[in-house]
C-alpha cells in the first residue's frame, strides 16, 4: 500500500530533550516536506527536501533539522525542544514537481513539550 | 510575497443545504497551482483538488464543485446538498511552482444533522 509513516504518532517531552520524529515513504517520491498545524494558524511548512541531500527552509524552521539522507526517509530532529513546539505535525511527499505536486501526507504526530 | 485566505473561520449549516468555502490567494507568478485539501475529525489530510493556473475551467466532482477565477484570485469551493460526513476542516492551499507550499488557515465546516 502507498503511504507516508511517521513515528511516533504521539508524543510527550520536556523541554530540551532531543528527539527525532521519523518519516518515511514507499512511493519512490522525490520531494518531502514537513508542516505544522496550529489551532488557527493551519499548516505551516517547517523544511523540504527536493531530492536526497538537498533541503530548504520553510516558513518556519527555527528549531527543527532535517536530513535527507535516503530517498524514502526524512526525518525531523528537535535538537532543543521547547514549549512552543507544541503542535501537531505532519510529513508529506509528492512526486518531482514536473510530474504532479499534489502531495501525500503522513497521519500526523502530535507532540506535546512540557 | 504569496498568501492564501480564507476568511471564513467556520461555516455550519443544516443537512442539504448547499455551502460554498472561500479561498482567495495572492501570488506573482504566472505558474502556480491550488489545491484543497480535507481533514476530517479523525485528523488526515486527503487531496480533493488540483488546478493549474493555466486552466480555469469549473470542475465538478459528484456534489463537489469548484470555481476558479484568475480575474478575482479566488478558487472557491461549493459542497452541493452538504451532509454530515461532509464535516471537516477545509484547508486551501497555493504552490507556485517552487517548492514551497503555502495554506490557508482552514475553514471548519459542521453539518448538523
Known amino acids: 500500500e502507498a503511504q507516508v509513516t511517521q513515528n511516533p504518532r504521539y508524543l510527550i517531552t520536556v523541554t530540551g530533550k532531543k528527539l527525532t520524529v521519523t518519516c518515511s515513504q514507499n512511493m519512490n517520491h522525490e520531494y518531502m516536506s514537513w508542516y505544522r498545524q496550529d489551532p488557527g494558524l493551519g499548516l505551516r511548512q517547517i523544511y523540504y527536501s527536493m531530492n536526497v541531500e538537498v533541503t530548504d527552509k520553510g516558513d518556519v524552521p527555527e528549531g527543527y533539522k532535517v536530513s535527507r539522507k535516503e530517498k524514502r526517509n526524512f526525518p525531523l530532529i528537535l535538537e532543543s525542544p521547547s514549549p512552543n513546539q507544541t503542535s501537531l505535525y505532519f510529513c508529506a511527499s509528492s512526486p518531482r514537481l514536473a510530474e504532479s505536486n499534489e502531495q501525500f501526507f503522513g497521519p500526523g504526530t502530535r507532540l506535546t513539550v512540557l | ?113
Open chain 2, 1 to 113: 510575497a504569496q498568501k492564501v485566505t480564507q476568511a471564513q473561520t467556520e461555516i455550519s449549516v443544516v443537512e442539504k443545504e448547499d455551502v460554498t468555502l472561500d479561498c482567495v490567494y495572492e501570488t506573482r507568478d504566472t505558474t502556480y497551482y491550488l489545491f484543497w485539501y480535507k481533514q476530517p475529525p479523525s485528523g488526515e489530510l486527503v487531496f480533493l483538488i488540483r488546478r493549474n493556473s493555466f486552466d480555469e475551467q469549473n470542475e465538478i466532482s459528484g456534489r463537489y464543485s469548484w470555481n476558479f477565477q484568475k480575474s478575482t484570485s479566488s478558487f472557491n469551493f461549493t459542497i452541493t446538498a452538504s451532509q454530515v460526513v461532509d464535516s471537516a476542516v477545509y484547508f486551501c492551499a497555493l504552490n507556485s511552482g517552487t517548492y514551497k507550499y503555502i495554506f490557508g488557515t482552514g475553514t471548519r465546516l459542521k453539518v448538523l444533522a
